[in-house]
Structures are given as structure tokens and as C-alpha cells.
Nanobody
Framework: QVQLVESGGGLVQAGGSLRLSCAAS????????MGWFRQAPGKEREFVAR????????AYGNSAKGRFTISRDTAKNTGYLAMSNLKPEDTAVYHC????????????WGQGTQVTVSS
């Protein structure tokens, strides 16, 4: 069974940094692109970032550009989201997701980790 487990969330002051991790129990980690999404209370889920299977291609949502960096470590079956210059509006539950090559949607989702940014 595929599992994605996020960690690294917490409470941070505005302007601070956090690095989220997504540990994947996937047999062939590099068969999956990985994405990060977030959802704040009362709001729709928002795309944050995506990284290709190889790690060579990345994409970011407007809110993440210039402040967040997505990466992956195939040897550790782990994806990362480094966030800097955090703002109160970044407060949300952050989820990682895995997308098998050829899938239209993301195939697996983690339970999420809470990020709270205080002003």
C-alpha cells in the first residue's frame, strides 16, 4: 500500500522558514511526479508546487514563486518543500501528492501537515 507522510510543519513567525518533508512508501519512487498542495480553512485546495519524476522540471503556483523550492531525494524516497519569507496567508494544511506517469490526477495523497504563520 502506498503511503505518503508529511512532516516539518509547525508555528513560525512571519518572515521565517520551514522545510516540509514527504516520505513515500512507494516501490518505484521515480515513477511518480510529486506535488504539494495546501488548504486553508474555508478555502479551496490550492496548488503550491510540482516536481517531475526526474527532478529536472518544477512548477510553482503564484503564491509560491520566489519563496518556495520543491525538491526530491530518490535515494530517500522523500520529497521536500522549502519555504522562506513565510506570510500569515501561507497558513494552511500542506499535503503532498504523487502522480504516476500518465495519470491525469494525482494518485496518492498524504494526510497533511499544519503550517501556521503568525504576524
Amino acid at each position: 500500500q502506498v503511503q505518503l507522510v508529511e512532516s516539518g510543519g509547525g508555528l513560525v513567525q512571519a518572515g521565517g522558514s520551514l522545510r516540509l518533508s514527504c516520505a513515500a512508501s512507494i516501490g518505484t519512487f521515480n515513477s511518480y511526479a510529486m506535488g504539494w498542495f495546501r488548504q486553508a480553512p474555508g478555502k479551496e485546495r490550492e496548488f503550491v508546487a510540482r516536481i517531475s519524476r526526474s527532478g529536472r522540471v518544477t512548477a510553482y503556483g503564484n503564491s509560491a514563486k520566489g519563496r518556495f523550492t520543491i525538491s526530491r531525494d530518490t535515494a530517500k524516497n522523500t520529497g521536500y518543500l522549502a519555504m522562506s519569507n513565510l506570510k500569515p496567508e501561507d497558513t494552511a494544511v500542506y499535503h503532498c501528492a504523487a502522480q504516476l506517469d500518465g495519470s491525469v490526477e494525482y494518485d496518492y495523497w498524504g494526510q497533511g501537515t499544519q503550517v501556521t504563520v503568525s504576524s
